[in-house]
């Protein structure tokens, strides 16, 4: 089993609906988790990160954690064009900081237009 | 100018050949990071540094060494390139305490082929 897994996907929505991005891992000790956006060709960005179970949000993102559940996602509302790449999920076992970080392979999103 | 750099952006070497991949960061950053890229199989952890006198293994270090030489600088060698190390490379920092702590940063990568 992968430390981290994702559905490589591609997942396509179209224009202006939610996206949804699963993330679920194996280590129980985990204890930060973090999003990451690559576009093609292009190093990855970090877009959200999260510590505690719940919902964080930051602009049409949103990050949702269940510790209990293994599990971590990403909501995109009101999908642009311009946000199909590839998203990483990344977790590690420090509190507080991305200290070293096991990334799941992705999953990439197309918005169609 | 970019705040994370890498040289060189792009390398074909051939087998046995001996490569350095440079990066340098004008972030302050204690923390650096070298990963690896390959189709389907995600970013991987290579060797990472906190410090210059701090360097640790990560997941695959095997047929790779590092060089910390300054708090901005950290370069990765391969010492005898070999095919199935051809993958992108990407070089990574990150703020500890008081340097915009999980502010992560990545260089635009170095793809690496080895024939």
């Known amino acids: 089993q992968k430390e981290v897994e994702q559905n490589s996907g591609p997942l396509s929505v179209p224009e202006g609906a939610i996206a949804s991005l699963n993330c679920t891992y194996s280590d129980r000790v985990s204890q930060s988790f973090f999003w990451y956006r690559q576009y093609s060709g292009k190093s990855p960005e970090l877009i959200m990160s999260i510590y505690s179970n719940g919902d964080k949000e930051d602009g049409r993102f949103t990050a949702q954690l269940n510790k209990a559940s293994q599990y971590v996602s990403l909501l995109i509302r009101d999908s642009q064009p311009s946000d199909s790449a590839t998203y990483l999920c990344?977790?590690?076992?420090?509190?507080?900081?991305?200290?070293?970080?096991?990334f799941g392979s992705g999953t990439q999103l197309t918005v169609l237009p | 100018d970019a705040d994370v750099t890498q040289t060189p952006r792009n390398r074909i070497t051939k087998t046995g050949k001996r490569i350095m991949l440079e990066c340098s960061q004008t972030k302050g950053h204690d923390r650096m990071y070298w990963y690896r890229q390959d189709p389907g199989l995600g970013l991987r952890l290579i060797y990472y540094s906190f410090d210059v006198k701090d360097i640790n293994k990560g997941e695959i270090s095997d047929g790779y060494s590092v060089s910390r030489q300054a708090q901005a600088k950290f370069s990765l060698s391969l010492e005898s390139a070999i095919p199935n190390q051809t993958a992108l490379y990407f070089c990574a920092t990150l703020g500890g305490p008081g340097q915009g702590n999980n502010e992560q940063f990545f260089g635009p990568g170095t793809r690496l082929t080895v024939l």
């Open positions: 990344a977790v590690n076992r420090e509190p507080g900081s991305a200290r070293q970080l096991t």
